[in-house]
């Protein structure tokens, strides 16, 4: 519990400082992460489900969220071929699942990742399918963008007199 | 950020109709059971300065003499948060949300690694003040109280809450006799002016009646505080012996 709310203190006094006052200035606000993943993380920790939701109804819904979905293993590979030594939290250590990190992660991500797959169809996250190069996914995430942009565009004419 | 756009359920938010003493309000902690724990869980509420911590001594030490296992909690106490609560509100960065949240944080800490521990070896849980603290402060300062409820739905309800009640005259008189009055406990964070006591005033007069409203849908004893300490105590001491000892309860006590 204490590990949800410290991360939904740090989210509202970013939402509050960061994200709302460029928005209301009309700007685009890209965010590394979001509510979606304190969804997905607190849920595999065993937080209600519905009671984080209800906590995060201070935030703002995004217009365009995307997902980067990877396979378990694909994602314990990157990790480690980058970093040799995986983060406490990141690995659910704190939940005593394995005393190897390693398998720890494996667990505990794969049931992060279960969370997202219900996220996906609750809030309607494009899936973006993260196995392919760096080139191929800012492809499919530049078509999702400009899409999204180009209809707001269209609604700003609708708005004023012909 | 809720799938649903209407209002959270009511009666998952903690509304008073399924209020249960020693039971989660609304949807607790699903890791965490608490069903048939021994302890029992006391409250006693009440604004600054009305005199909450030496009833609670007071109180700690009569049922210690009687045998009970007693142990103390109290607002922002808890070792993880007690350190960034006083520097957040040394800064200038709070907001109402953060402020509530840290708040919240504060509890659920104490929640788990206190309360519901002491409450499963069968301890009497004093808390000097309780979630309707949080939910007057962030009431008054506009803070969706929906929201709220539904926030502090890991709490659980105590066994007795007791309010200890003041008007804002006795109050400030109390205030200024003893320590001063403090920046937060003032209000001085909402701007309704420069000037500490008509801030005091205001603020704590909205406080005071946010309290009353929750006095039906939390089942507040409301406790008369304008009278001496030893007058307070006794009616304290009486209620609480009659919810401990049902048998005893025409005993009086001394």
Redesign the interface.
């Known amino acids: 519990?204490?590990f949800s709310?410290?991360h939904?203190?740090d989210f509202?006094?970013r939402l509050?400082?960061k994200i709302i006052p460029p928005l209301k200035d009309g700007m685009i606000v890209l965010a590394d992460r979001y509510?979606y993943t304190a969804f997905a993380r607190d849920a595999t920790r065993?937080?209600?489900r519905?009671?984080v939701?209800?906590?995060?109804?201070?935030?703002v819904?995004p217009d365009l969220s995307l997902y980067f979905r990877v396979p378990i293993d694909m994602s314990v590979d990157r990790l480690m071929a980058r970093r040799v030594k995986l983060k406490f939290y990141e690995a659910g250590m704190d939940l005593g699942w394995s005393t190897n990190p390693v398998e720890s992660f494996r667990m505990f991500q794969g049931k992060v990742l279960d969370e997202y797959d219900r996220l996906v169809e609750?809030?309607g996250l494009e899936v973006v399918s993260a196995v392919g190069s760096i080139t191929e996914q800012q492809r499919i995430v530049r078509g999702l963008v400009s899409q999204q942009l180009q209809i707001n565009h269209v609604e700003i004419p609708d708005e004023q007199p012909a | 950020m809720n799938s649903q756009p209407d209002t959270p359920d009511l009666a998952n938010a903690g509304a008073s109709s399924d209020i249960q003493a020693g039971r989660y309000y609304g949807r607790g902690i699903p890791y965490l059971p608490i069903e048939g724990y021994p302890g029992k869980l006391i409250a006693i509420e009440g604004t600054d300065g009305v005199g909450r911590s030496t009833q609670i001594q007071l109180l700690r030490e009569w049922l210690e003499v009687k045998g009970y296992g007693v142990i103390e909690t109290g607002w922002t106490r808890s070792p993880l948060m007690q350190p960034t609560i006083e520097l957040a509100k040394s800064s200038n960065t709070l907001n109402k949300l953060t402020f509530v949240l840290l708040y919240a944080t504060d509890f659920a800490d104490r929640m788990e690694k206190e309360i519901i521990p002491a409450l499963k070896a069968g301890f009497v849980v004093l808390s000097d003040r309780y979630i309707f603290t949080a939910l007057a402060r962030a009431g008054v300062r506009g803070v969706d109280r929906l929201w709220l409820r539904s926030l502090y739905g890991f709490g659980i309800a105590p066994h007795l809450v007791f309010y200890l009640n003041v008007d804002v005259k006795t109050l400030i008189a109390r205030v200024l006799a003893a320590r001063g009055m403090d920046f937060w406990e003032s209000g001085m964070d909402l701007k309704v002016g420069d000037d500490i006591y008509d801030s005091f005033r205001a603020y704590q007069s909205k406080l005071l009646k946010e309290y009353g409203s929750m006095a039906d849908e939390f089942h507040f004893r409301v406790v008369d505080a304008r009278r001496s300490i030893d007058k307070i105590q006794e009616e304290l001491r009486k209620q609480v012996a009659a919810f401990l000892e049902p048998g005893a309860a025409s005993k009086s006590d001394g």
């Open positions: 519990m204490t709310l410290l939904a203190t509202a006094d509050l400082y509510a065993g937080v209600d519905q009671w939701r209800e906590l995060y109804s201070f935030a819904r609750e809030f």
